[in-house]
DNA sequence: ATGCCCGGAACGTCCGGA
């Protein structure tokens, strides 16, 4: 079971690359989209159907906007993240798939942090935490998958002295992201690749930062115990990001060991 | 310095069809 996440910046521009994507004989058995950029309704699920993927989508004109697509039916579970009835947002899915749970997440950017954008962001990560707490307390397996917004330490990013006061990076960030693992979830790239240093899933359009290599590491996987457990591959996949017209961000996908 | 690039929305212009 192959499971991806991939913040495509407009699923209308990006709609070839994700169909090369998934045509691909690497593709995944699940694709967690983020930042589709268009209405539910507009969203092209007969291109994506066609190559044999179901799709649940949550989307929003102009702004965010989150996908789930899997070779498996999809049984949604919430369209939104609990704990804020008045946060209209287009930033969460969370479906069952083949007796798996797994969430498409867009985590809040988060900045300037001198607005309301970055308490946001904090409330969203307390009621991400929330959730998770739940998914655990009932002992299923699950995964939270997408852009978290997050370097979590500072070789998750090419210049962590110039970004030291971004809400990407910045204390209250970081410890926000680590109370969610400590509630014992596994961040999947982290755990197989401890040593890992300056590999990125995210790369600017501005300055020359793809070619210059300086990017972040901002998409994430975490796994619930049982899943972790379950974990043989997590690696990200920087070539969608060489093509022509890419996202600014790229695949990131793990395995997960079929048990018997 | 705070733009650099890119996308969508809204708008403006051009083009093809009637």
Not at 32 to 46: H, I, N, S
Not at 132 to 140: H, V, W
Not at 168 to 189: D, Q, Y
Request: aromatic letters at 8%.
């Amino acid at each position: 079971m192959k499971i991806a996440t991939w913040n495509v910046n407009s699923l209308k521009v990006r709609l070839p690359h994700l169909l090369r994507y998934l045509e691909a004989d690497t593709a995944p058995d699940i694709l967690l989209l983020q930042e589709l950029k268009c209405q539910t309704d507009d969203v092209p699920r007969a291109d994506i159907e066609a190559l044999g993927y179901h799709v649940e989508a949550v989307g929003q004109k102009t702004y965010h906007g989150v996908a789930i697509i899997s070779k498996q039916p999809i049984s949604v579970v919430l369209r939104h993240l609990p704990g804020d009835e008045t946060d209209e947002q287009a930033r969460y899915l969370e479906a069952d798939i083949a007796g798996l749970r797994v969430a498409a997440l867009y985590l809040p950017n988060g900045n300037p942090v001198e607005t309301e954008k970055y308490p946001y962001k904090l409330g969203w990560m307390a009621r991400l935490a929330d959730r998770a707490a739940t998914l655990l307390a009932e002992d299923r397996p699950f995964l939270l998958g997408g852009d978290y917004n997050i370097c979590p330490t500072d070789v998750d990013l090419y210049d962590p002295v110039g970004w030291r006061d971004d809400a990407l990076v910045r204390p209250e960030s970081r410890a926000a992201f680590r109370r969610l693992l400590n509630l014992g979830l596994t961040e999947a790239f982290h755990a197989l690749h401890p040593h890992a240093a300056h590999v990125y899933s995210f790369w600017d359009y501005q300055a020359g930062a793809w070619q210059r290599d300086n990017g972040l590491r901002i998409d994430h996987l975490l796994l619930s115990p049982a899943l972790a457990d379950r974990l043989e591959a997590c690696e990200i996949d920087k070539e969608p990001r060489g093509w022509e017209r890419a996202s600014d961000h790229t695949p990131v996908w793990c395995r997960l060991r079929e048990v018997a």
